[in-house]
């Protein structure tokens, strides 16, 4: 079961998938990166995954195998795709936009203002 995750925030059954959209920056330079953030209660803002405009993805290993980034550019986003969702990926998830995210595993002010609220049942 997919289900695509909005501003409103969801709540998605273990095992099943979330797709996150965020609309586009606009790149400018080669280092340039858009992607999710995100942080679960007591836990730190951690990176989850960001894609260059070469194209280029980068996943934490929490979700490495487990998920995909991709531009639409029919819409003007940056979609991000988890299946087989656990527990741990109850976050509230964060759009993020910068120059060389990937190297930011963690960082606190990426988490700050409105994020979108995922929550995994079982």
């Known amino acids: 079961e997919e289900q695509d995750v909005d501003s409103g925030g969801g709540s998605v059954q273990a095992g099943g998938s979330l797709r996150l959209s965020c609309p586009g920056s606009?790149?400018?330079?080669?280092?340039?990166?858009q992607g999710w953030y995100r942080q679960a209660p007591g836990k730190p803002c951690e990176l989850v995954s960001v894609?260059?405009?070469?194209?280029?993805?980068y996943y934490a290993d929490a979700v490495k195998g487990r998920a995909t980034i991709s531009f639409d550019n029919s819409k003007n986003t940056v979609n991000l795709q988890i299946n087989n969702l656990n527990f741990d990926d109850t976050a509230a998830y964060y759009c993020?936009?910068?120059?060389?995210?990937?190297?930011?595993?963690?960082?606190?002010?990426?988490?700050r203002g409105q994020g979108t609220q995922v929550t995994v049942s079982s």
């Open positions: 894609i260059n405009i070469a194209g280029d993805p």
């Open positions: 993020a936009t910068g120059h060389l995210i990937r190297y930011r595993s963690v960082y606190e002010p990426a988490c």
């Open positions: 606009g790149f400018i330079g080669n280092d340039d990166e």
